[in-house]
């Protein structure tokens, strides 16, 4: 696993064990769209259920990725959870500045090529 998506998944558990009841049945409100209303349901009716199986789901659909979580960010702020969204917003700007310091393994060897 990417040490990225494994930081990602560190602090979705992380703002998981910090969501109350309330803030559990707001985000699966907003989330109405994007994440299969099974899931939803089995968050709202036990508040004991870790919300992992929305964060993978969202993470399935590419709303959030290790790169990018500004989904999530706008719907913690659209909750009134300023201090979780903060919390998203400094892990986005970790994984930023750590992405700009690794070499580009994936680039491609087109220019590298030469004729014979």
């Known amino acids: 696993m990417d ?5 990602l998944r560190n ?3 992380d703002i998981d064990h910090k969501l ?3 803030d559990r ?3 699966s409100f907003l989330l109405d769209a994007d994440v299969p209303r099974r899931d939803l349901d089995a968050i709202a009716d036990n508040h004991r259920t870790p ?10 659909r590419q709303k ?3 790169d990018n979580v500004d989904y999530l960010i706008v719907r913690l702020d659209e909750i009134g ?3 979780l969204a903060r919390t998203l917003r400094e892990y ?7 992405n700009r310091n690794e070499p580009l393994n994936n680039a491609s060897n087109l220019f590298n090529r030469f004729n014979p």
Request: aromatic share 2%; proline share 5%.
């Open 64 to 66: 959030i990725t290790p």
């Open 51 to 60: 919300m992992n199986i929305i964060w993978e789901a969202l993470i399935s």
């Open 25 to 27: 049945h707001m985000l």
């Open 20 to 22: 109350s009841v309330n």
């Open 3 to 7: 040490p990225n998506e494994l930081k």
């Open 11 to 13: 602090v979705l558990i």
């Open 81 to 83: 959870r300023k201090d």
């Open 92 to 98: 986005s700007a970790t994984a930023r500045s750590n």
